[in-house]
């Protein structure tokens, strides 16, 4: 079955800080791949994604992540992260091998940004 | 453009009893997806519904169950109640190709006391 591990349960960075939160997932075949953030008191809203073409993949809010598939990891960076950027943050895997989207998610990150 | 939406917002229930959450898709979607969120977990896949049928079922127990409707809105089913299905219940919508995007929406937190 698939899987999806996240390292780091928990990050504290301060303002302006560079942010790097790892994704790690296990199938070996063709995935889609997805960064989606929680804010505070706020739905899972979709951060970035990837399908296919360049693995460099800009989402909103100045996030970028990294789709390197020999090491079947999906790496979500911000260069200087901001006090809103405080969330919860899954990485997800749809494995297209059933004939369903099936998301798999990881377990999270808490990111909390300090003044 | 409403996104998807989902009620009731809150709900507390005893075990035993049974519940039933409601979702409505995203304008333009006719998929629906249900995940269940336990408290600093993940969201753990139940079932997605496609054309009114399960189109794929997660690691759950029969106790779950589902309904789409003709205008794509669905209904989660729980029934027998345990201590242990209390989270946050999630549905998602997305357009029918599998290289869609899933839309969450705001959830149902489930209470069973």
């Known amino acids: 079955a698939q899987s999806v591990s996240q390292h780091n349960h928990h990050v504290i960075l301060s303002e302006a800080a560079s942010l790097e939160l790892g994704c790690n997932y296990s199938?070996?075949?063709?995935?889609?791949l997805f960064w989606y953030v929680q804010y505070p008191g706020q739905h899972l809203q979709l951060l970035l994604k990837?399908?296919?073409?360049?693995?460099l993949v800009k989402g909103i809010k100045g996030f970028e992540a990294e789709f390197i598939k020999s090491k079947f990891s999906f790496n979500l960076r911000k260069p200087s992260v901001q006090w809103s950027d405080t969330a919860e943050y899954f990485c997800a895997v749809n494995d297209l091998a059933g004939t369903a989207s099936k998301l798999t998610f990881g377990t999270g990150t808490r990111l909390q940004v300090t003044l | 453009d409403a996104g998807v939406t989902q009620s009731p917002t809150h709900l507390i229930k005893t075990r035993g009893q049974q519940v039933t959450l409601r979702c409505s898709p995203k304008?333009?979607?006719?998929?629906v997806s249900w995940y269940q969120q336990a408290l600093g977990q993940g969201p753990q896949f139940i079932f997605q519904y496609y054309e009114e049928e399960e189109r794929q079922r997660g690691n759950f127990p029969d106790r779950f169950s589902g309904h789409q409707f003709p205008n794509y809105s669905s209904e989660l089913n729980v029934n027998a109640l345990l201590l242990g299905d209390s989270a946050l219940y999630l549905c998602?919508?997305?357009?029918?190709?599998?290289?869609?995007?899933?839309?969450f929406g705001p959830g149902t937190r489930l209470t069973v006391l």
């Open positions: 304008s333009g979607h006719d998929t």
């Open positions: 199938y070996g075949g063709t995935v889609n």
């Open positions: 998602a919508s997305s357009s029918p190709t599998l290289t869609d995007t899933q839309y």
């Open positions: 990837y399908f296919s073409g360049d693995p």
